[in-house]
């Protein structure tokens, strides 16, 4: 349990530095929301009533108090552009990104586990020899050329899949589920490739350590001994890698979304940057770095789950 | 290839089966932008005019399609002799979509509201001549103004001036409350606008009973969003290079036009030595503006020699007076005593800035001015250049209707003093007779063409592209709109 309350602890200081660091990076980067959104023909006059009406005449130290008392509360303030609460603009986001991300990675753990097992249990051989090339072929390839791709075949030729976009959940289970289906497996092959590699690799040590050659000498089968003693021990790697892509495919899909202009959380920062959205910006990197920060929590207990070494 | 034609043909008959039966009254328009909000009296996004111009918010008056003015929610109006009353005769039975009645009071608020000292309407100057809004009863309005004036019914059509409610006009931004012959339905944000026929219009009931706006800014992704189907029109189609691909297609019809848009490479007129007037002609004379139209619009564009519109009746073509002559140009810069010069060259994101920007750094080079280009966002570019006029040159396309008055602006981020020409734009707002008019617009546009106050390149032209059978988008974009009052399906 002790374990747990420390993770937790660097947790709750993580998050503390984060909002300081964000807040500081994002305001000094050059920009008025202000004169951004009322363009040439706007009066100096117009821009600083505008500004007034945004609260961005306050000192900073006054607007960072604000947000981080705001959020403390789920208050994550209004944004400049669209003039709607950042909360309810990034559960929308989020309803899409979330999906999507646990989506691929499914199909990244569906696809990378069989090929790694495969893979280290025949090492050298065809079967080897094949996922491993076809993991080069899958880290190489750019998810968004691929992502083309199968919009050239299954949207534009076969018309199985729309192109891009998401028509919301309320829309039905099955539209939505397809909206998200090229993106994520667009987004998962790369990643299923890098997953595939790390399992094999890992497998692979695991397999040459002293337990599994007395475990065989014990008169386990070899398939055995992978499943029973190998697995378990390969997996913190595999886990790390896995808490890993969760947060990028989170937070790194918008090359994609953009790909599929799917209203993401990737696209609400992009778009919000340009304008200088300042207020979306922040909280939505901040939900960011929450969410890595709670996935690496996770992992931290799923490594105390497969390694009782570091409970104490 | 026999895999395209037989999906093709599928292609084909699936819509011979589906106009068979009846026309389709929904569309699907793709934008390269989301709107930020869709108030347009709150904000300058032209992605909010081309959701809500015509469509959901009405005006007074409004810009028909060839960019003339004509009558919106006032059925006609009338000047007083002086030149300073404007009365507005209003249509009857006019609602909003909340089912307020619209009368004379609403002109009233929406007026005061926008030229209000808190106000932040992006084009405040529209309203800056309006003295009182008097209202004489329901349906008529009087408009007093400071100064006599023949803008009024012009400035009047804009987007910035439309006609909104006191009960709906503090959350337009979100839910936009206005006249017009759609309403909004719903905004999926980062995705898309819904908005459906209004039943109760005042006016001719349009064909659509449903539109939507989907916003896709990748080029890629617009160009399959239309092959696959899923988009019905771009009236704005993100990449030049892809139209005549559109063209030689036989589901799509290409949809050519000119904008407002005034691309010029400006130049900072205070800053040594572009403030001298041989050194800005030396840079027009060592552009070649045929060269960035095909390099970097893929020959859609218009050649310009002034700040103006050559599809407007009063233009003045003087192209040739800043013709392409480098051996002029380096001359000029020979007299003008210069050599060794680098000039900075700041680009907005826009393809026509960072493409045409290269063509036109090789171009001045052949001179013998160099250049450095620096590729900035919107929000760098407001900040540094417009804002705070550090910069030598730059490209941007201006994109409001008649704006050449900018060259009156003496702290404008290009930085033109020249009092005889702000005398010229002063009469210009106070006098009403046409011809005389025509001629003060003809010395305005000489005058910035002969003090070379920026090089001109090019009239940005429209590139949009439709399936067949969609008619009645608008080809040329007088102002900045998707107006969707008389888009039908052909049946």
């Known amino acids: 349990m002790s374990y747990a309350l420390r993770r937790l602890t660097s947790l709750l200081v993580t998050l503390v530095v984060a909002s300081v660091v964000v807040f500081v990076v994002v305001e000094v980067v050059p920009g008025d929301p202000a004169s951004y959104m009322l363009g040439l023909n706007a009066s100096p006059d117009t821009v600083q009533a505008l500004r007034t009406e945004l609260g961005l005449d306050q000192t900073g130290v006054a607007r960072w108090f604000d947000w981080v008392s705001g959020m403390l509360v789920g208050d994550f303030g209004v944004s400049y552009t669209y003039r709607t609460d950042v909360a309810s603009m990034v559960v929308d986001r989020i309803a899409v990104s979330v999906p999507l991300a646990l989506l691929a990675l499914m199909l990244a753990v569906l696809i990378a586990f069989p090929a790694g097992l495969v893979a280290a249990s025949r090492r050298g051989g065809v079967a080897d020899t094949g996922v491993m090339g076809f993991t080069q072929i899958g880290i190489a390839i750019p998810n968004f050329w691929f992502a083309m791709l199968l919009v050239l075949v299954f949207s534009v030729h076969l018309r199985w899949f729309p192109s891009g976009g998401f028509p919301g959940w309320e829309a039905g289970l099955w539209p939505a589920l397809k909206a998200l289906t090229l993106p994520a497996i667009a987004l998962a092959l790369p990643q299923a490739a890098i997953l595939a590699r790390v399992l094999r690799s890992s497998l692979l040590d695991t397999l040459g350590e002293d337990y599994i050659r007395t475990a065989r000498a014990k008169g386990l089968s070899s398939r055995a001994a992978l499943w029973k003693h190998a697995l378990r021990n390969a997996m913190i790697p595999v886990l790390t890698i896995v808490g890993l892509q969760f947060s990028f495919l989170l937070a790194g899909a918008i090359i994609i979304e953009n790909v599929f202009y799917l209203p993401g959380l990737g696209r609400l920062v992009f778009q919000a940057i340009t304008s200088r959205d300042l207020v979306v910006v922040e909280s939505v990197v901040m939900l960011l770095v929450f969410a890595v920060v709670l996935v690496t929590y996770l992992v931290d207990l799923a490594y105390a789950w497969v390694d009782p070494r570091l409970r104490r | ?491």
């Open chain 2, 1 to 491: 290839m026999s895999f395209r034609r037989h999906t093709l043909f599928w292609a084909l008959l699936a819509a011979g089966v589906s106009s068979a039966f009846a026309a389709r009254t929904d569309v699907t328009i793709g934008m390269v932008l989301e709107p930020p909000n869709l108030d347009p009296t709150g904000g300058a996004a032209a992605a909010i005019d081309e959701v809500v111009y015509a469509n959901v918010f009405e005006g007074l008056t409004r810009f028909g399609p060839d960019g003339s003015v004509l009558p919106g929610l006032a059925e006609s109006w009338t000047v007083s002799d002086d030149g300073m009353t404007y009365t507005f005769a209003l249509h009857s039975g006019v609602a909003f979509h909340d089912g307020e009645a619209f009368t004379a009071d609403d002109v009233a608020f929406s007026l005061d509201r926008a030229r209000a000292d808190d106000s932040t309407n992006a084009q405040k100057a529209l309203f800056a001549n309006i003295d009182t809004v008097e209202v004489i009863d329901d349906t008529t309005v009087n408009i007093h103004l400071l100064e006599p004036s023949g803008n009024l019914p012009f400035n009047l059509a804009w987007g910035d001036a439309v006609m909104v409610d006191a009960a709906s006009a503090d959350s337009l931004a979100t839910a936009p409350v206005g006249t017009g012959p759609f309403r909004f339905e719903r905004w999926v944000q980062g995705d898309r606008v819904e908005i459906v026929r209004n039943d109760n219009y005042w006016g001719e009931p349009v064909a659509l009973e449903k539109a939507s706006f989907r916003f896709i800014s990748e080029p890629t992704a617009a160009f399959s969003a239309m092959m696959a189907g899923d988009v019905d029109a771009f009236p704005n189609f993100p990449a030049p290079e892809n139209i005549p691909q559109f063209e030689a297609d036989p589901r799509f019809n290409a949809i050519v036009g000119s904008t407002e848009g005034e691309t010029i490479l400006a130049m900072n007129n205070a800053s040594p030595p572009l403030d001298n007037v041989l050194v800005r002609r030396a840079i027009a004379h060592a552009i070649d503006r045929s060269a960035i139209i095909d390099g970097a619009m893929f020959g859609f564009g218009t050649p310009i020699g002034t700040h103006f519109a050559p599809h407007h009746p009063d233009y003045v073509d003087l192209t040739e007076d800043s013709a392409f002559d480098p051996e002029a140009a380096k001359a000029l810069l020979e007299e003008a005593g210069v050599e060794e010069l680098t000039l900075s060259l700041k680009l907005p994101p826009p393809s026509y800035a960072r493409r045409g920007g290269e063509i036109i750094a090789s171009q001045l080079r052949e001179v013998g001015i160099n250049t450095d280009i620096e590729n900035l966002e919107w929000a760098q570019w407001l900040e540094q250049v417009f804002k705070g006029k550090d910069f030598d040159l730059t490209i941007v396309s201006h994109t409001e209707p008649m704006d050449i008055g900018i060259y009156a602006r003496p702290d404008y981020y290009f930085q033109y003093d020249n009092p005889v020409f702000q005398a010229i734009i002063e009469k210009l707002a106070t006098e009403t007779d046409a011809a005389d008019r025509s001629t003060l617009l003809n010395a305005a546009q000489e005058m910035i063409a002969g003090d070379q106050v920026n090089a001109y390149l090019f009239q940005l032209a429209k590139t949009g592209v439709a399936s067949v059978g969609l008619t009645g988008l608008w080809a040329n974009s007088p102002t900045q709109a998707n107006d969707l009052t008389g888009v039908s399906w052909e049946e």
